[in-house]
């Protein structure tokens, strides 16, 4: 049985930092694409960093490059979504995803088969 359980969410304010992790069992992270993605109220789900199994390609969301960093710790099964300089339109449900099948990662919702119960991030003065 496969579980992702994320950690790290909460209150911060503007400028601030967050690392949300995402720790995985029933699922070697290394070999799949993994996906954090979010949803703010009244927002559809969208993805902000993906990584590629094996390679390590990543993608990262344009409104979040050169503010949020992804990483594996391969020895945990867990990855990491470090988020600085955070925003207001930062605050949302963030979710870790991973595929079944597949080493590559994807920005479509419907590509991942396995998902979290997502941590709450909110940014407010």
């Known amino acids: 049985q496969v579980q992702l359980v994320e950690s790290g969410g909460g209150l911060v304010q503007p400028g601030g930092s967050l690392r949300l992790s995402c720790e995985a069992s029933?699922?070697?992270?290394?070999?799949?694409?993994i996906g954090w993605f979010r949803q703010a109220p009244g927002k559809e789900r969208e993805a902000v960093s993906c990584v590629s199994g094996g390679d390590g390609r990543t993608y990262y969301r344009d409104v979040v490059k050169d503010r949020f960093s992804m990483s594996r710790d391969s020895a945990k099964n867990t990855v990491y979504l470090q988020m600085n300089s955070l925003k207001s339109e930062d605050t949302a449900v963030y979710f870790c995803a991973a595929r079944a099948y597949g080493l590559g990662y994807s920005r479509l919702i419907n590509d991942y088969d396995y998902w979290g119960r997502g941590t709450q991030v909110t940014i407010s003065s």
């Open positions: 029933g699922v070697t992270l290394d070999y799949v694409g």
